[in-house]
Structures are given as structure tokens and as C-alpha cells.
């Protein structure tokens, strides 16, 4: 049934000399580690990232145990007793009258097939012309044509997602993040935002506190709030998350006055946070993983936004000139400054390739990934199988490694394009007595200040939410809609000094945006009565 | 942008008098309401079932309210902020530079081709000859070729799933079950499970007991086990749940002995229950929600096999002649007599079109369905955007509801023979002095009795888990896995009385399914000495 190990192709490998001596940092030396391992192919069949990992990753030393942070309800899990008889399947001529699973036979789809992108031909223009059609069968495994098929994908599966899925992200998380810790796994998810929830439950209890940025995603405090869980904000500057804000509320926590235990969990997003657009400098990633060390803080960062770091904010910055330059400008994720295993890190595909597939991962030490695969098989069970296949089809058999790396060059170029859009619109219209801003080094948010305390209410004694109303509401009335700094406040309880108002480049083309900047230029002209 | 109303092309029409005189029971009739409204296609655009409903249902009586029901966390929640501002963007010419949704110029999916059997052409071999391949592309319902595309699909979508997807499900719903009341809602979900674990949390707390049938759902169980939610066992005959058992643990229930309140929430898995193989007649359903009536306790029903309703077991009796009397002969769904609004059904696509598609759905009133949709916007956000469109170009633009419901009977005379297979074996090799069933008429379980007191080891003192311990073990060392009955159990602090095996018929062909009884049946002869 399985196609044997050295049927397995390596997409992109360009230099046959890393074979000889593998880097596991590099695409390169992939084809080294991949030919040794087979892919479980069959239906449900178990896999884990040690199967895709490379040997240079097992000589580290292993994660940090966690037992002390880990939820009374993903304690209380215990590994399913009908997947646990599924052990005895592997037996030879074993026949199954156990689990319920449907015939293939009754499945409505022989075929898929998608027409894609040839690298390096990414735009819609190229793909209507140099694109390709891949097609899945039903039957492409026994039949030899690859390693998965409809067969396979459109059945039930594994809660860690479809083995060969699971090794081109686990494979892509060694090349780009190179954990510096032994046991580190990746499972897939259905999002970021379902792995966030599931985070939540996994480490927290009701009451407890989290620490995130001042500003933080809206749906993340969402998402922790009707489970009882409250966040304590983190100063920010420039470069999002200051460490030392971050020790100050960790060394003064007071549990009586907060009627909670000290907080063991920081929600960050690193790279072109949301809503601020901030990035954390590696210097400033190593210096809050120190604080979080200092009082043993467990890390979840959200990254959906690092493949959307962009190129310098000035004329004439070269692209880069290769895959291994441009690994190399990425910022340190916190997954790569990991020594202790404290890490758990949310990454998507929604930024990347297309939010609709709902499919993602995380990465984390093999305890955690472990609580939270008991955590997915009662609850989502796995990311849908149309989509994990068409992802393999695109990423793993028709781009490979290479191509991909050259697809997120691209995006960083596309997305560098917009954020200069957004820039130069804000330069041209926006009244520079009243607004200041940081452009932006990643991600798809703008952030503008607002002078407010200029505006002729506030001498009036109107308030910061009432003028923050009023120049939003200035805006809509003039057609442009962007988010108000408010809404993304960690806790409200703290009084606003600032106000800020968020712009995305990331939806609208160019000559909307710069329509829309005006638009919201008009109404703060109006409003300050500049 | 979106298609008008009379485009909308409706399928399966074939008695054209029912426009004039609508029926909303029957699929001939489906085109006099579908005509009326359009769908809505923008990127994430809001929709409900309230759209896509007949007339015929706002003229019915409301649903209860269940406040005194909704557990902590769900009453918790509140409406996005952040989605509330997308209010703004339907006036017209507003440009957002709101939300945080990529451009689909950077989906690397310009088209998604599936090929599918053309009706009543259903098997693989028929498809390979006369199957159609249907493609979505990316801008179809700019061009006017769909009301679908990847454009939408591909990127973030709203939690009730996509209003193309979401009203072939509500009129499907309707078809079917024509809810008695006026404010039922549907809401896409990713599975069955994750529709489970989401109905404890929003209607459980911790502590509570459930009612469920006394052998049940493994996953379903241990779904609820670690939210610290236990199980009540409600005694079972051949028709599964027993409305007078239900009564009596309802009547007697102890709060003080229990440490817990009167349960409030009854799971149920009505047709081919899960494992007993069990189906509830109409009369039992209707005598099980009186009982639910007289201690107001809420239905959860689970019914993945509903559409695996088979034929008698008996040669000669022909297949359903027509849709109509094929929606006649099928059991009335709990939804179906449901006048209060006290049922949560938990429908889903695994059983009957591919467990890989991850798209399921829930239907209850308006009120729990608007909660479990704050929750979704929090945790799963939506079902794939893959699997929705590969579903709705195969069930809305190709099937219809008539092509659907032609399929739903060819998969129910596949199980049938499946099922036949199955008993033919039991009847050829099984041990009569030892084993006795029922044969199942919905789903894909036997449910095998073994009289294990004649067991030899019962008179040396082995007992019943020892017992079923040995036979299972010797069936696997004969080749043959069944599940064992214990497996099952609702409440472990119960002592068995009788000993039961399970046995699917869904996957395995008939002559493993044979061989592998004929294995499981020697296994009885040397285990009992026969």
C-alpha cells in the first residue's frame, strides 16, 4: 500500500553536495533526513513530527515539564479506548469490524484537482498562463501515483493531521525555526483562533489572569473572557511588548488585589502585531523570553503575520537574493530562542495562503502537543481532509520547500507594495499636526495616532471615548472605515492616554486606499477644524 | 455583484404545479420560496436560515426560552466589536480599511476542479464513465458563472458557515424534518464532535449530569468527562433509550446522593445508535420527549446514521419508488416533533457524504443557535471554505435536493446490503447456544449478545470483564477485532449484567466481513468449549 521510502520525491533540492553533509537548517539538506523515513499512508494512520524531524534535532536537550500549568480538564484526558485498539490493526492479516468508518466506495468525489501557481509565476496573470493543473484521485496511493489520496483524506483522521501534511510542516518549521530543544512537535489545527481557545482551556483555569500587549488582538480577549480569564496589559513602544514592563507587572503582581494567582501565560504576537502593527526586535524577543524565564512564564506566540515581514521602509532596498538571505533577514521567533521548551507557537496558513482552508498548526514540546491531540479528538477531531490534501498537492508535491520560500518572497514583496501604498497615502493627505505614525516592518496594520487632546472638545470637556466616536463616526459619514484604537484595549479599567485609530493595507487596492486615507484625512481636518 | 434572485437556478423541480401551490414538506415546492430571496455573496457576508425558510414557517408558534439552561460561559458572551463595525460597510461606496482580510490575489488556488457521479449513475464504476467534472473558479460570481467562488470561499467566512452552503442545509432541513415551530436556525459546524463539546459548554457546567442511553457513544463520553460532566445510564431495550427508564431516573433522582442537579440534558443517538445499533420507532421518540416535556430536560440528538435507515430485513421488499415515499418511510426526527424548541439536532455530512469534509451542522431555536454562534466566532470560526464549496458545487449546482435525496437512497440500499452480509455471516457461523441480536435496522452496528455465564471460567470465578477480556483477545488472536460491549458504558460504577460485542458493517468487504465473523465465531467455540 505504502510507497517506499525512496519513491519519496524532494522538491527543490538545487545543491546534491548538503546530502553529503546535512545542515538541517537549510532546504538543501532536506532530501537527507526525508529519504529515511516513509509515510504512513493509510486511512487514520498515526504519525508525529519525530518521524520528519532530523537526526541533529534528537542530540538536544529536552523541554521543561509542565505539569504545573496544565488545566484540571486537560489533565483529566485520557487517550481514547477504541483508538487505543487500533494498535492490534497493525497486526498482519488483521480484519477490522471496529471502527466506524466509511467505505470509500460511498465517497461522491473521484477526483480533485486545482489549478495553481508555477513558481515563479505566483500573480493571477502568470497562473493564467503558466499555471498547473494537479489533480487527486481516489485511488492514487494504491495505485501508486502518490503518497495521498481521496481515499485516505476524505475519511476520518488523526487529530495530529494527515502524516503527509504533518511532515512538510514539520519539516518547515525545522528550516525556518530550528527549535533548540529535542521534543519539540507539531499538530495540526483548524486556526489559530480554535488554537488560541484551546490554549486557553489546556493551560488556564477560570480566574486566572494573562499577560498580552496593552493593544492585543480583539478576538483573542474574546476568546479568554467568557472562559473567566482576564488579561493584565503589557506597555508597549515601538517594538510592541517592552520587556521591562512586562517584569514590573510579574514583580508586583498582588494576588489579593487582583483576587488571582500570579499569571503563568503571555499572549504575544512578535511580528506585526495586531492591532498596532509593532514588531519585537530580536533583541527585544531575547529580552522578553528572560523575564518569562525570570518567573517561569509560559509563551504562546501568535504568529500569523511573521511571513509578512517587509522589506525596510525606503527607496531601493534590493529584494533578497536568495532563499537562504532571506531565512536569514527573518526575525528570531520566540520557537527558535526556545531553550526550555516554554514556547507554544499558533502558525496559520490564513495570512499566507488562504484563510478559507482552515487549516493550521502549532508547535510546541512533545508533553503539550500531547494534551492538546487528546484535547482536538474531542473536540474538532482534525482539519478538513479536502483541504489538507489540496495544501499537500500545492506545497509538498507541485512546490516543495524551494517554491514556497519563493511564494513567501513574493508576499513579502506584494505586501511590502501595499504598506508603501498606505504609507505614502498617509504622507500626502493626513494632517501632520494631529496624526504621527511608525511605518510598519510587518504585518497588515497601519497605526495612527491621533492628537486628540487638540481637538476642540477636548477643551469642551468631551472625553477620549467621545472623541474618538466622533472622529470615527466623521469618517463614516464620509466613507472610509477604520478600527478604532479602543477596541483592542487588554484592559479597560486603565485610562487611555493615547488614541489610535487602525487601517489595513492588506484587503483594498492601492487607489482605494489612498481614497480612503483621504477620506479619513477630510474627517479629522473637519473635526480639529484644521 | 451578487446574482439576482431569478438566477438562482433551482434543482429537482419536477412538478412545476407546486409553484403555485406550495407544500413545504415536498422538494417540488422548494422553488416557490427559493426564487423569493437572494443570497448573499459577498466576502464574509451575513446570512441566516431565516432567509432561505418557506413562508409556511413563520406562521408557527415560537420556540421556549432556555436561559435557565445556557451555562455561565455562553451567557458570557458577547457580539464581536469588531464584526458589529462591518454594519458600516453596506452603505454604499464605503471603503474598509477595517478588517483584516487578505486580497484573493494571493489565494494560490485560481480554480478547484471535483469530479462526481451524476445521479443515478452513483457507483465508482458509473462515475468513471458517466461522471461530471464541475469546477469553481476564482471569480465566478463576478463573472456571473456561480453564486460561489474562491474569491469567497478561500478567504475568512462567517461562522454560521457560507449562505450558499447554509441554504441548501436549512432547505434541506425543512424537507426533512419541517421543524413545528417558527425560529429554528441552522449554523454550519466542523464535525459532530466538536457540535458535542460545544453543547456541553454552552449548556453544561461543571458537575453536571447528562442522560444518556446506559451503553453510549465512547468519544461522546469522554467528550464530556474532563469538562467534569458525568453520565447518567438510562436503560436500554431494542428500540434503545427507554422512555420509562428516563422517567424513573428523572423522578428519582437524588440530588444530595448524586452531588449534583436534577440533569437537565438528555443525549441521545435515536437511529442505529451507537454502539447498540438500536433504532427508536416513531412511538418511542414520541414517549421519550413527553417524558422530556413533563422534567423539562433538553434534547441533544445525535444522528449521524439517520440516513442509514435501511430496508426490512427480509428478501423481496423493494426500494422506496419515489422521493416522497422514500422522506415517508424514514423515522421522524426528535427536530420533527419537536413544539417546544427543546431539541438540539446535530446533523452532519461524515456518515453520508465523507468524514474528510469536516462540515456538519447544528439546528435548534433561534436562541441557543445565536449562542453556539458567538461561541464558533471564538473558537472554529467556520468550516473549511474547501470543503464547503466542494459541497456546494456537488449538493446545490449539480444534485439538487432531488439528485441528494436520490443518492441518500442508493447509500441506503448499500448499507442494506452491507447490513444483509453481516447477519448472513452471523447466521452461517455464529454459535446460537451463545450468542444472540437484533437485526439492526439504521447505521452501521451489530450488536452482538454472548450469554457469558455459560463461559466455563463463570463457574471457576472469572468475572465478566475477565470474560470479555478472553474472548476478545482470542478473536484477535484469530484475526477478527471486535469492540468490546464494556467499552461503552455510560456509568462504570453499574455492574453488567450481559455481555456485548460490536461489530460494523460499514467498511470491511462482504467476504472480510464474512471471514472475519467466521473468525470471531471460532474464537466463541474455544472459548466456551463448544
Chains 1, 2 share one sequence.
Not at 484526558?77 to 466506524?100: C, D, F, N, V, W
Not at 523570553?289 to 532596498?317: R, S
Not at 477604520?482 to 485609530?501: H, V, Y
Request: net charge neutral.
Amino acid at each position: 500500500m505504502s510507497p517506499s521510502a525512496v519513491d519519496v520525491d524532494v522538491k527543490g533540492v538545487t545543491d546534491t553536495t548538503a546530502l553529503v553533509a546535512p545542515d538541517p537548517t537549510t532546504i538543501n539538506a532536506l532530501a537527507a533526513w526525508r529519504i529515511k523515513g516513509a509515510v504512513p499512508t493509510g486511512t487514520a494512520a498515526l504519525s508525529n513530527s519525530d518521524m520528519f524531524k532530523s537526526p541533529a534535532c534528537f542530540t538536544k536537550p529536552k523541554a521543561k515539564r509542565w505539569d504545573h500549568i496544565i488545566s484540571n480538564e486537560a489533565k483529566a484526558r485520557k487517550p481514547s479506548t477504541l483508538k487505543g485498539a487500533a494498535e492490534y490493526l497493525k497486526r498482519p492479516g488483521m480484519i477490522s469490524l471496529g471502527g466506524g468508518l466509511p467505505s470509500s466506495e460511498n465517497f461522491p468525489f473521484e477526483e480533485i484537482s486545482m489549478k495553481i501557481p508555477s513558481p515563479p509565476g505566483f500573480s493571477e496573470e502568470e497562473t493564467r498562463v503558466s499555471g498547473r493543473t494537479v489533480t487527486a484521485h481516489k485511488h492514487d496511493i494504491r495505485e501508486g501515483r502518490s503518497l495521498f489520496d481521496l481515499e485516505v483524506a476524505l475519511n476520518y483522521g488523526q487529530a495530529t493531521g494527515f502524516a503527509q501534511l504533518l511532515r512538510f510542516v514539520t519539516e518547515h518549521t525545522e528550516i525556518v525555526h530550528t527549535p533548540p530543544y529535542a521534543d519539540w512537535q507539531c499538530c495540526l489545527t483548524v486556526g489559530s483562533t480554535y488554537s488560541w481557545d484551546s490554549a486557553l482551556r489546556v493551560l488556564c483555569e477560570r480566574g486566572d489572569y494573562i499577560l498580552t500587549e496593552e493593544y492585543s488582538f480583539a478576538s483573542a480577549l474574546e476568546t479568554a473572557q467568557p472562559l473567566g480569564i482576564r488579561a493584565a496589559a503589557v506597555g508597549m513602544d515601538e517594538q510592541g511588548l517592552r520587556a521591562d514592563a512586562l517584569d514590573e507587572v510579574l514583580t508586583n503582581w498582588d494576588s489579593k488585589a487582583r483576587g488571582a494567582r500570579k499569571p503563568h501565560l503571555l499572549y504575544t504576537v512578535p511580528s506585526g502585531q495586531n492591532p498596532t502593527g509593532a514588531t519585537q526586535s530580536a533583541h527585544r524577543r531575547a529580552e522578553v523570553y528572560k523575564v518569562c524565564q525570570k518567573h517561569d512564564v509560559y509563551i504562546v506566540e501568535d504568529e500569523p503575520y511573521y511571513f509578512l515581514q517587509m522589506q525596510p521602509y525606503k527607496a531601493g532596498v534590493p529584494p533578497p537574493s536568495s532563499r537562504d538571505e532571506f531565512l536569514k533577514i527573518l526575525l528570531p521567533s520566540f520557537l527558535k530562542l526556545d531553550v526550555d521548551g516554554r514556547v507554544l507557537r499558533l502558525d496559520s496558513f490564513s495570512k499566507v495562503l488562504a484563510p478559507g482552508s482552515r487549516v493550521s498548526w502549532i508547535v510546541a514540546s512533545e508533553q503539550l502537543v500531547e494534551r492538546f491531540t487528546r484535547h482536538f479528538e474531542c473536540s474538532v477531531q482534525n482539519a478538513s481532509g479536502v483541504a489538507q490534501i489540496a495544501l499537500f498537492k500545492l506545497l509538498d508535491e507541485e512546490w516543495g520547500h524551494a517554491g514556497y520560500l519563493d511564494w513567501l518572497i513574493h508576499l513579502r514583496l506584494s505586501y511590502t507594495r501595499r504598506r508603501d501604498d498606505m504609507l505614502h497615502a498617509c504622507e500626502q493627505y493626513l494632517p501632520k499636526e494631529v496624526t504621527s505614525w511608525v511605518a510598519p516592518t510587518a504585518g497588515m496594520f497601519h497605526w495612527i495616532e491621533v492628537a486628540w487632546r487638540k481637538h476642540p472638545g477636548f477643551a469642551k470637556g468631551l472625553s477620549h471615548a467621545e472623541i474618538e466616536e466622533s472622529i470615527f463616526k466623521a469618517s463614516i459619514d464620509r466613507g472610509s472605515l477604520l478600527c478604532q484604537g479602543s477596541w483592542f484595549r487588554a484592559d479597560t479599567n486603565i485610562p487611555e492616554d493615547k488614541m489610535f485609530f487602525r487601517a489595513t493595507y492588506a484587503a483594498a487596492p492601492a487607489n482605494k486606499i489612498q481614497e480612503a486615507i483621504k477620506r479619513f484625512s477630510d474627517a479629522l481636518r473637519a473635526e480639529f477644524a484644521l
